[in-house]
């Protein structure tokens, strides 16, 4: 069998699912009787090339990087984060409830950090059920992160119902930040500064990881967790530490949308990028680098298809098909690449 | 290989007399019995091959694995498959086994060739296999276990397999329980009922990959018994063994792997005609080579010469470790382990302290419990007349205390990481290889290079996953690891298992050199011959109690086999 150097091997198991999804992607267009290359073709301009379309993208990214930063602290320490969407929204609602509230009597900068600390503080507080369970009792932390997410999705709404509840609208959500409250923009962009911070904690992440006692032994923990008692590493506080800064992170995410793009939350409001982001994170390998790059293709894809599902006609889901097509691939990769023979 | 000449022999020469009934007279240098000519009658010629190997060749990536092999298997006979590590053994049976395909060559099975693509195929042309790690499901009655395998539709008929289970156990004169639970029996009983799956459908060849390896002395008795009954229904025999006492007990022929290739066979009627020390000497020769420089050493071995040459213990200064009556009844996961009860001991610098006893008799917990790893329920562990009873894993390091594991793998290294990220496991965040938390790859990198070299690691970059090393090679980097210059007591669980003949010699030689630098050091083995070879004194253990402690001196041997008993305990 021939052999690839690693970062070679690397780009290529990274690369290959996403083209074949691509291709088999297109097959399926053909069938609905559009043409592939000019779907592809229209996606690529309106979510790359048009400035329009590449600041909407880019601004897309910045919730999208935050979640892939706490997962891949979460993955890295070997635990299932599944809860992402839960402690998304929750810190999406307590930022958009506390910011309107300080926006009377506060400046502005301490207004935009206390609400983005508050996202972070709730949460990490949605994570630490889960995380106490983990390190404690040793309950498998996919359900009870699953569970939370639910109830965290549930006291949102009930949030958003009955205690933010915006008096001077229909529909019910939280009272809205003006425009000239929000993060600030990037230069004449329509970016906001949210991605910067979603830059910073995505590179972060990465060095801390890579860099770092504290990054290596969760490392430790999360590949051989009795490696990481034989070594004396104090396990159940690295469950927590890990856990709490994988949801602070997601939790970021969600008050750095609100404060930087809506301003406010609709009740029954959740995007759901936990779905996007778990695979996007594994298909870059936990690589802080990769995932900028991965989360930048998917943004376009988001951007450019929505686009597209206006004009062509090919519908939105579409780009979820694409998504779930390079799991599969991704999945099949990593099967013939272990099935290569090794020494017995 | 080939280890195991001193106290195992003894055991086993006994052993082999009373199973085969060896007619001849054993001396002690020539310790292990011979096959038994008179039960072998000279029919050999005529016995029919069950199975054949022809020219077979196995290739992986970078190495030849298995080079033009051919071997015949025949009817109630037992064919010994001695080597190294390395030398091919296992990707035989796994060629057997329908676990990997030849790349060159045939497979024979009752003169026709066949394809064995799978287990199931393997075991439908009547193969059976018993592997070194056990197989079974413990939660599960014995019965349920050998129920398991059949297709999935077909419901489970307990009748028919119980009669079955009995017309095996009465042939191979076992009595197990058929609704006990597998967890529940002896690792001895456990590896009867592997036999009794490999031979459910009447398979007429069984190999078993070093079978005694986890066997008391009792249990490679009632092994051979049960072999030797095979034997004469005219099942043919594969052992795969590193130890020659057994080769020469069990075996009617002897082939030699090396490096892959079939360094020679010792035909039933040579291997008869051969003294003992022929007998070894010859498949010494067979599996070092002629001029290799291990053969020797290892006749030194069986001359009785130590590494440890005897420490100057000056036990008039108080201990460097001291356990007080230290239990870990009702510590954290524990699952069905063997708790200490009251164990005492203390060890002095430059000594070895020897661990012997059947496996899981309480010694991992021995070992937890000196490192940090696991709290003492009850009891004091003192460090040069500290108390350190409460300290865990980072305190006990500071204090010198370090722990070669025995599961190298599944706890003393993370396979996925490199070398010399390994080599540092311990240390994480400890200057001068962290500043202030912040990693410096390059040092760590830099000492594990010059580890490397003084440890002679065989590695390809201090940047491979150690998963990818030798077994040898990994406890290399475990006892660069653990002796290291900060070390004062060193407490070392089987750090010779499923090593080869050099590097289980390395591995005593360093703790010879680890002692006369000064560290104190506990040695748990279950061979024997290597606790005599190194230790001062040795302690055994039994039921989780230190049955007691004896020098190593003259009769240390039989009084070390009354206390595995339990005899001394009661």
């Known amino acids: 069998m021939m052999t690839l150097p690693a970062p070679l091997a690397m780009a290529v198991r990274v690369v290959a699912p996403i083209a074949l999804a691509l291709a088999v992607g297109g097959f399926a267009l053909e069938l609905l009787g559009k043409n592939p290359i000019a779907y592809y073709g229209f996606v690529l301009e309106r979510g790359l090339l048009r400035p329009g379309g590449l600041q909407e993208t880019v601004t897309r990214m910045a919730p999208l990087l935050l979640i892939a930063a706490g997962l891949i602290v979460a993955f890295r320490a070997g635990m299932w984060n599944l809860g992402s969407d839960g402690q998304f929204l929750l810190a999406a609602v307590t930022a958009a409830g506390l910011a309107p509230a300080l926006a009377d009597t506060l400046p502005r900068a301490l207004v935009l950090v206390a609400s983005l600390l508050a996202g972070a503080l709730v949460g990490a507080l949605w994570s630490l059920t889960p995380a106490i369970l983990k390190a404690r009792f040793g309950l498998n932390e996919i359900i009870t992160t699953l569970m939370m997410s639910f109830l965290g999705v549930s006291l949102s709404n009930v949030l958003i119902k009955l205690l933010l509840r915006d008096p001077g609208t229909t529909v019910p959500q939280t009272r809205s930040l003006p425009v000239e409250e929000r993060l600030p923009r990037l230069f004449d962009t329509t970016v906001h500064s949210g991605l910067l911070i979603a830059l910073a904690a995505v590179i972060g992440v990465h060095l801390l990881m890579t860099r770092t006692a504290f990054g290596l032994r969760v490392q430790v923990l999360g590949t051989n967790r009795a490696a990481a008692v034989h070594a004396g590493l104090e396990v159940e506080r690295l469950i927590l530490a890990a856990f709490t800064l994988s949801a602070a992170l997601i939790g970021l995410g969600g008050a750095v949308e609100v404060l930087g793009v809506w301003g406010t939350v609709r009740a029954d409001w959740n995007p759901a990028y936990g779905a996007l982001v778990v695979p996007l994170v594994f298909l870059a390998r936990l690589n802080g680098y990769a995932v900028i790059a991965l989360t930048l293709f998917f943004a376009a894809l988001m951007t450019g298809g929505e686009s597209a599902a206006r004009r062509m006609g090919v519908p939105q889901n579409y780009v979820l098909v694409l998504v779930a097509l390079v799991l599969m691939f991704l999945a099949l990769i990593e099967y013939l690449d272990r099935r290569r023979p090794r020494i017995a | ?570």
């Open chain 2, 1 to 570: 290989m080939g280890r195991g000449q001193g106290a195992r022999a003894h055991e086993l020469g006994h052993g082999a007399r009373e199973v085969v009934a060896a007619d001849r007279d054993v001396t002690d240098s020539d310790a292990a019995a011979g096959p038994d000519a008179a039960a072998t009658p000279d029919a050999a010629a005529a016995r029919q091959a069950v199975a054949s190997l022809r020219e077979v060749t196995k290739r992986f990536p970078g190495i030849v694995a298995l080079e033009r092999v051919s071997l015949e298997f025949r009817a109630g006979e037992t064919h010994i498959l001695l080597g190294e590590n390395g030398a091919g053994k296992s990707t035989l049976v796994n060629l057997l086994a329908g676990m990997l395909r030849p790349d060159e060559g045939e497979i024979l099975v009752q003169g026709r060739a066949v394809r064995i693509t799978s287990p199931r195929r393997s075991h439908e042309l009547g193969i059976g296999v018993v592997y070194q790690q056990l197989l079974l499901v413990p939660s599960l009655t014995v019965l349920e276990n050998l129920m398991l395998g059949g297709p999935w539709w077909r419901p489970l008929r307990r009748a028919a397999a119980l009669a079955r289970f009995e017309d095996l156990s009465r042939m191979l004169g076992t009595r197990i329980d058929p609704d006990a639970r597998v967890g529940a029996l002896s690792l001895g009983e456990q590896q009867h009922v592997e036999i009794i799956r490999a031979l459910w459908r009447d398979e007429t060849l069984l190999l078993l990959d070093e079978p005694t390896s986890m066997l008391t002395p009792q249990g490679v008795l009632d092994l051979g018994r049960m072999l030797q009954g095979l034997k004469a229904r005219g099942t043919a025999l594969v052992l795969i063994t590193h130890k020659l006492p057994e080769a020469f007990a069990f075996g009617d022929r002897i082939s030699v792997l090396r490096q892959g290739r079939l360094a020679g066979a010792l035909e039933p009627e040579r291997l008869r005609a051969m003294s003992g020390a022929e007998r070894t000497d010859t498949v010494l020769a067979l599996m070092f080579g002629a001029d290799a420089e291990p053969a020797p050493a290892e006749r030194e071995r069986l001359a009785g010469r130590t590494v440890h040459h005897g420490a100057r213990v000056a036990r008039t200064e108080p201990p460097l470790l001291a356990l007080r009556e230290v239990s870990t009844r009702g510590s954290r996961g524990s699952r069905g382990e063997t708790p200490l009860e009251g164990v005492s001991l203390e060890l002095w610098p430059g000594e070895v302290l020897g661990i012997a006893g059947v496996d899981g008799n309480g010694q991992k917990h021995l070992a937890e419990v000196i490192a940090g790893q696991r709290a003492a329920s009850a009891g004091r562990i003192e460090i040069a007349g500290a108390d350190v009873t409460r300290g865990r894993v980072p305190e006990r390091r500071r204090a010198g205390v370090r722990y070669v594991t025995d599961e190298r793998l599944g706890e003393g290294t993370v396979g996925p990481f490199s070398v010399a990220t390994n080599l540092v496991l311990k240390e994480i965040g400890a200057a001068p290889l962290w500043r202030h938390g912040i990693t410096d790859w390059d040092r760590i990198e830099r000492h594990a290079r010059e580890v490397i070299a003084q440890y002679d690691i065989r590695t390809p970059s201090e940047r491979t996953p150690i998963a990818k090393l030798s077994g040898g090679n990994i406890q290399k980097v475990l006892l660069a690891r653990e002796l290291d210059p900060g070390a004062r007591v060193a407490i070392l669980n089987k750090p010779t298992h499923g090593l080869d003949f050099r590097n289980a010699q390395l591995a005593l030689e360093r703790i010879g050199a680890a002692a006369a630098r000064g560290l104190a050091l506990i040695v748990i083995s279950t061979e024997l011959d290597e606790l005599l070879e190194v230790s001062d004194r040795i302690g055994v253990m039994y039921r989780g109690r230190l049955a007691g402690i004896v020098e190593n001196a003259a009769q240390a041997e039989r009084r070390i086999g009354v206390l595995m008993t339990g005899a001394a305990a009661a």
